[in-house]
Nanobody, 125 residues
Framework: QVQLVESGGGLVQAGGSLRLSCAASGHTFSSYSMGWFRQAPGKDRDFVAAITRNTEATYYADSVKGRFTISRDNVKNTVYLQMNSLKPEDTAVYTC??????????????????WGQGTQVTVSS
């Protein structure tokens, strides 16, 4: 079992920045690739970013590429999502997830084994 707890969400004006954190406990954090997803009201949960076990690779949705950065600290058992140049359309509940192995399917929800509860991000115009 892996427990995931997100933090760092909040209200920010358009153009601002936030950094989300996802703290993991349980099994060895470095054994898991990690992802961030988001869900806006009335919409599906969409892929945002992913990172492999030892940061060999990172992946981003086109909508956030160049604005968001995913990173991880395997000593602190934490994955981060730095969000810059935020837009109102980034408003959503952001959730982190852990995958024992996602291969090339890093954007698919079904490859993730554990999920956090989410943190709300609201971007005002």
């Amino acid at each position: 079992q892996v427990q995931l707890v997100e933090s760092g969400g909040g209200l920010v004006q358009a153009g601002g920045s936030l950094r989300l954190s996802c703290a993991a406990s349980g099994h060895t954090f470095s054994s898991y690739s990690m992802g961030w997803f988001r869900q806006a009201p009335g919409k599906d949960r969409d892929f945002v970013a992913a990172i492999t076990r030892n940061t060999e690779a990172t992946y981003y949705a086109d909508s956030v590429k160049g604005r968001f950065t995913i990173s991880r600290d395997n000593v602190k058992n934490t994955v981060y999502l730095q969000m810059n140049s935020l837009k109102p359309e980034d408003t959503a509940v952001y959730t982190c997830a852990a995958s024992a192995y996602f291969g090339g399917t890093y954007s698919a929800r079904w490859v993730y084994d554990y999920w956090g509860q989410g943190t709300q991000v609201t971007v005002s115009s």
